[in-house]
């Protein structure tokens, strides 16, 4: 399936270049923050929506997929979105509720769920523990990029705290998410 991209603007142009170079390692030169399993871009900044509105999980999305490594698909962006609504959280800059350690972070309750001090800082850490070799099966449905229930039944059959949520949630809200059977 062909890549999908969003609206166009300058801002979100250039945005999504750079997250095609992070992809790629090339934003290290660029002054990126390089840990083990990712780069996050020191300029890439949240969303002025919301966080927790549709376009807020949107951009997530876009923003986890692309920076990820994952083609950014009708299919990955509503299993993305399923699963940042699945785990309903209000944790700063974390809507996967991921409980990896990182400089600033601080908990967001007890289970050890963080907050991050960036937007940028909350993907890295998402995608450090996405990169983690118990979802395997998760990346794989990623980059398979063409089945949200796919990478929802990687999720439930993982160790992630979300379980079967995300298959609810495609069940329930499936086409305003951009998920067909």
């Known amino acids: 399936m062909a ?12 945005r ?3 997250l095609r170079s992070a992809a790629s390692g ?9 840990t083990a399993a990712c780069v996050a871009p020191p300029e890439i900044t949240a969303p002025r ?3 927790g509105s549709d376009a807020f999980r949107e951009q997530w999305a876009i923003d986890f997929l692309s920076l990820g ?12 979105k399923a699963w940042q609504l699945a785990e309903g959280t209000r944790a700063r800059f974390n809507p ?15 289970v050890g769920v963080k907050n991050y001090p ?12 996405i990169k983690l070799r118990y979802y395997d099966f998760v990346r794989q449905e990623l980059t398979n990029a063409n089945d949200a229930m ?20 495609l069940e329930r809200r499936g086409p305003e998410l951009g998920f067909a059977r």
């Not at 890549?3 to 250039?14: G, I, L, N, V, Y």
């Not at 960036?118 to 523990?129: H, K, Q, R, S, V």
């Open 26 to 34: 090339a934003a290290i030169a660029a002054g990126g923050l390089v």
């Open 150 to 169: 796919g990478v929802a039944w990687a999720v439930a059959l993982s160790p992630w705290g979300t379980r079967d949520g995300v298959i609810k949630v």
């Open 69 to 80: 490594g994952w083609d950014v698909t009708r299919d990955n962006l509503a299993a993305m």
């Open 49 to 51: 929506a919301p966080q």
């Open 16 to 18: 999504r270049a750079f």
């Open 3 to 14: 890549r999908q991209e969003p609206a166009d603007s300058t801002h979100q142009a250039s």
């Open 118 to 129: 960036t937007y940028a800082d909350g993907l890295a850490a998402t995608i450090e523990t």
């Open 96 to 110: 996967l509720a991921t409980t990896r350690r990182r400089v600033g972070a601080t908990n967001f309750n007890k």
